[in-house]
């Protein structure tokens, strides 16, 4: 039989109301845990590259090892680039076998941001490549944060772009800006997710899958409640970068040496999260 894509994941998902996590990954640990992780709870998932990520990675090695444990494996794990801002940039990143990316044109205002995604439409569409799209600005980064950032009412995504962008485009998936940030507040001030809009963006987009980053240190309510209101996917960075690093240097203060010895302590600290983050997404036993 053949295996399930991308776009099929997110149709049965939307309809049983669970989501797929993107697990961002930096390095062969955090690309071990998550695939543990998955395999285990046989659930599909997406690893992502940020643009930082994928250059220490080199797009071409990331997307053959993905695309390797895919095939190998039989196993419905799948590569995306995260906020790609440029043309050439995804291209590069296509041409390296990705078989998903993120445009974000969050910076351009909503014309030019609907001009260059239709662009992009048509390279990755004729690549047979899932293109997400993005409306609204999706503050912070993958870091523990001074502070949470001050999202103003101009970075949220508007239902009525979102729908206009949706029409315009023809992109396959839509990241929203809903109150969620990149990051973690060092007070543990968490992201306050405007579930109202959710709903009103869902109603203004029909049944294209929808999308929410800065997944990490949202409260397991509003993600299920995002999940009951259209989310078919979540992105998660921050919380497996803390969890790696915590335990690396846990691991690494015994005076060890053998990396092969001390590494796979970090992989169980970063798969225990995946793990955590499946059950509440509702991914479990979906292949
Ligand atoms: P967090 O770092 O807040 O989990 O966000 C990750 C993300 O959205 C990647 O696009």
Known sequence: MPMRGLKDYFKKAEKEKWAMGQFNVSNLEGLKAVFQAARSLKSPVIVGTSEGEGSYWGLKEISHLVNFLSKEYRFPIFLNLDHGKTFDYIKEAIDAGYPAVHFDGSRM???????????IVRYSEKKGVFLEGEVGSI????AILDKAPQIRAEDLTRPEDAGLFSQETKVKSLA?????????????????IDLQRLKEIKETVGNLPLVLHGGSGIPEDDLKSAIQLGVVKI????????AFTLALREAVSSGEIAPYKYLPETIQAVQKVVEEKIRIFGSINKI
């Open 109 to 119: 205002d909503l014309k030019e941001n609907i001009n260059k995604t239709r662009e």
């Open 139 to 142: 503050l912070g980064s993958s």
């Open 176 to 192: 929203v800006s809903i109150g969620n940030f990149h990051g973690v507040g060092k007070s543990g001030d968490g992201p306050k």
């Open 235 to 242: 992105n998660i960075n921050t919380e497996l970068r803390s």
